[in-house]
Nanobody, 127 residues
Framework: QVQLVESGGGLVQAGGSLRLSCAAS????????MGWFRQAPGKEREFVAA????????AYADSVKGRFTISRDSAKNTVYLQMSNLTPEDTALYYC????????????????????WGQGTQVTVSS
């Protein structure tokens, strides 16, 4: 049974930083591309960041580029999202997701590509 468990969310002031974690179990982590998405109240879920299971291949939404960094620790089956210079517009429920892929260097931006999702962790940025 695949499980993705996010943690690390919370309340932070604008300009601050947070690091989200997503611990994966029940899957062969090295065969999965991982992604982070977010959903603000009244809005659709949107892509934030993604990586491939080949280290070094990543993608970011334009709104977070230069502020957020996705990384993974394969020994811990964990993917991270380091967020800095946060703004109130970053307030949302953040989800991690996993997509099985044969292709080592491929990352995925589309929600429909992902088979497994976590329950989300809330990030609230105050002004």
């Amino acid at each position: 049974q695949v499980q993705l468990v996010e943690s690390g969310g919370g309340l932070v002031q604008a300009g601050g930083s947070l690091r989200l974690s997503c611990a994966a179990s029940g899957l062969i982590f090295s065969h999965y591309a991982m992604g982070w998405f977010r959903q603000a109240p009244g809005k659709e879920r949107e892509f934030v960041a993604a990586d491939s299971w080949s280290v070094g291949t990543t993608a970011y939404a334009d709104s977070v580029k230069g502020r957020f960094t996705i990384s993974r620790d394969s020994a811990k089956n964990t993917v991270y999202l380091q967020m800095s210079n946060l703004t109130p517009e970053d307030t949302a429920l953040y989800y991690c997701a996993a997509h099985y892929t044969f292709y080592a260097g491929s990352y995925y931006r589309n929600i429909r590509d992902y088979e497994f999702w976590g329950q989300g962790t809330q990030v609230t940025v105050s002004s």
